[in-house]
Nanobody, 123 residues
């Protein structure tokens, strides 16, 4: 079992950057694929980015491709989401999620979730 805690959210102006972190407890973190999801007010939660257990492969939603980068450091049990060129439409609560399998874009396939961190991008 793994517990996930997000950090790094905040308020930033459009065009700015933030780096989110997802810290995991447990010795088997490297066994988990990790996804970042986000949920804006009044909208469904959506896939943002995912990374395989080894970190060799990454996946992105079209809306963030080229602006966001997901990475992981298994020695630190942490996954990062570097967000550049932020837009007001990126405003949402960001969640990281883990599953013992390949990356999925479907939130229902993740069994472990963090509490979320708020990202607000002002215009």
């Amino acid at each position: 079992q793994v517990q996930l805690v997000e950090s790094g959210g905040g308020l930033v102006q459009a065009g700015g950057s933030l780096r989110l972190a997802c810290a995991a407890s447990g010795r088997t973190f490297s066994s988990y694929a990790v996804g970042w999801f986000r949920q804006a007010p009044g909208k469904e939660r959506e896939f943002v980015a995912g990374i395989t257990r080894s970190g060799d492969n990454t996946y992105y939603a079209d809306s963030v491709k080229g602006r966001f980068a997901i990475s992981r450091d298994n020695s630190k049990n942490t996954v990062y989401l570097q967000m550049n060129s932020l837009k007001p439409e990126d405003t949402a609560v960001y969640y990281c999620a883990g599953r013992i399998a390949v990356v999925s874009r479907r939130e229902t396939e993740y069994g472990y979730w963090g509490q979320g961190t708020q990202v607000t991008v002002s215009s």
